[in-house]
């Protein structure tokens, strides 16, 4: 039995590195950016731990290249959709149930590889698919994420820890709880920190998410998922589905189980 009460570590704002000409942290991410560019990326949607393919694809490329191709990703159809939701429902009481710090060591073991072995990978990753600049990059992907992730943790704990007061004779408890459902997160194409940011968070709290990145970004949301992986999220807490906004959409407004949605953008 642990009744230790834990406290999170402090979170500080992530360094921002300079990227000097001819430091060794620039060449580190040029290598990385040719690497990417030079190979071909099959991105399959991920739906309860698993890889999946779809009889249609569509090219990535970068804005600034039309010409070229960084390799393709899957369309989801509607059976997929309908895939991920069950796959999130079943995913939901294991989740939810486990211990917070347990939730909370998972997305702060993500941050503490966004910073090392990831950083170089999902900067250059945005510099193709976003047409960032080297120290966009760092800011927009690498530096914002980590400092999500720590910081939502950080905040997880304070939410937890805001009890009523009791009067004489009383002690009043407040428990928290997910939402009855799935989340639905739908994410930006500029920012990668916050494709990674609006799933997370959601499923922090002890939610389990459909996510749909923007087409225009799926490219750099797959180094995302390679680090949840990598952080050991369970099967099923996160599924990605890509293609037809509207299709998918509909499909998780329909579904009884739909319980909150986490969206950045607009409505055009």
Not at 47 to 66: A, Q, V
Not at 155 to 178: A, F
């Amino acid at each position: 039995m642990n009744n230790s009460i834990i406290n999170i570590p402090t979170p500080i704002n992530e360094p921002i590195k300079e990227y000097r000409n001819n430091s060794p942290e620039k060449e580190s991410v040029l290598k990385e950016y040719k690497k990417l560019r030079n190979s071909k990326t099959d991105v399959k949607m991920w739906i309860n731990g698993k890889f999946i393919e779809s009889s249609k694809t569509s090219n990535m490329s970068p804005p600034h290249d039309h010409k070229h191709i960084l390799g393709k990703y899957y369309l989801a159809e509607k059976k997929h959709v309908e895939l991920a939701i069950r796959s999130a429902l079943d995913a939901k009481e294991n989740w939810s149930n486990m211990r917070w710090e347990e939730r909370a060591s998972i997305f702060l073991k993500a941050a503490e590889l966004v910073a090392g072995p990831y950083r170089d990978k999902i900067n250059a990753a945005t510099m193709l698919a976003q047409s960032k600049t080297i120290f966009q990059a760092e800011i927009d992907a690498a530096c914002e994420l980590i400092d999500f992730l720590k910081f939502n943790v950080h905040s997880m704990q304070h939410i937890y820890s805001q009890q009523p007061k009791s009067d004489p004779g009383v002690w009043n408890q407040l428990g928290y709880r997910p939402l009855e459902g799935f989340v639905y997160a739908v994410t930006p194409f500029n920012f990668t920190a916050i494709s990674g940011n609006l799933p997370a968070s959601a499923a922090m709290m002890g939610n389990t998410v459909v996510w749909k990145p923007s087409d225009h970004q799926i490219y750099s949301a797959n180094v995302v998922i390679d680090v949840f992986r990598e952080a050991g999220l369970p099967d099923g807490v996160i599924n990605a589905v890509y293609g037809d906004p509207e299709m998918i959409t509909n499909t998780i407004l329909k579904s009884k189980h739909f319980a909150g949605i986490h969206f950045t953008g607009s409505t055009s």
